[in-house]
T-cell receptor, first 115, second 115 residues
Framework: DTGVSQNPRHKITKRGQNVTFRCDPI?????LYWYRQTLGQGPEFLTY????????KSRLLSDRFSAERPKGSFSTLEIQRTEQGDSAMYLC?????????????FGPGTRLTVL | KQEVTQIPAALSVPEGENLVLNCSFT??????LQWFRQDPGKGLTSLLL?????REQTSGRLNASLDKSSGRSTLYIAASQPGDSATYLC??????????????FGKGTHLIIQP
């Protein structure tokens, strides 16, 4: 399978715990994006990387959130001291830049439930 | 701040009908517009991408148009089938440097095709 993969697919945690999600982009894609989607809403942009450089962060990305992309390959998104409001689907996408098509390809997402 | 609105929020039609989904955006300074499909509990599948200089794109039974100056896009689905049932999301990528590349999504149109 050469698509975007995300692990785990589901995560249930207690409030106050730390969680980490992983995203493996399509192998030749140099851009990687993180989005968050709550029920009934469209995805909201969190942050993105070009290779290993984190180029943009949304205001939604509080200090409790941190993302890394070491070596410009896979990426991790960590949420510290989780809150119930963090419950959502976390989506990862990748794309190839520069590219006329510039389509973002999405993974299946990680569904986080904070109890 | 860019805002994307999709109308209708939900639509239920009999199989075989042609239908139109609407998307509007408030800031015409966009790089491209992308239509996605999302099945329940799943990630997003890219359907069509229209660059800002283009007027429309077609793929099979799908046709998407873009009128950047008026801030509107439509997704036309011909001869609808039950397998087309899903949520359809419209997203715009901003125009501009500095890495402002996160997509802004609408809330989607939830489509049900009755057999």
């Amino acid at each position: 399978d050469t698509g975007v993969s995300q692990n785990p697919r589901h995560k249930i945690t207690k409030r106050g715990q730390n969680v980490t999600f992983r995203c493996d982009p399509i192998s030749e894609h140099n851009r990687l994006y993180w989005y968050r989607q709550t029920l009934g809403q469209g995805p909201e942009f969190l942050t993105y990387f070009q290779n290993e450089a984190q180029l943009e962060k949304s205001r939604l990305l509080s200090d409790r959130f941190s993302a890394e992309r070491p070596k410009g390959s896979f990426s991790t998104l960590e949420i510290q001291r989780t809150e119930q409001g963090d419950s959502a689907m976390y989506l990862c996408a990748s794309s190839l830049d520069p590219g006329w098509a510039d389509t973002q390809y999405f993974g299946p997402g990680t569904r986080l439930t904070v109890l | 701040k860019q805002e994307v609105t999709q109308i209708p929020a939900a639509l239920s039609v009999p199989e075989g009908e042609n239908l139109v989904l609407n998307c509007s955006f408030t800031d015409s300074a966009i790089y491209n517009l992308q239509w996605f499909r999302q099945d329940p509990g799943k990630g997003l599948t890219s359907l069509l991408l229209i660059q800002s200089s283009q007027r429309e794109q077609t793929s099979g039974r799908l046709n998407a148009s873009l009128d950047k100056s008026s801030g509107r896009s439509t997704l036309y689905i011909a001869a609808s089938q039950p397998g087309d049932s899903a949520t359809y999301l419209c997203a715009v990528r901003p125009l501009g440097g500095g890495g402002a590349d996160g997509l802004t999504f609408g809330k989607g149109t939830h489509l049900i095709i009755q057999p």
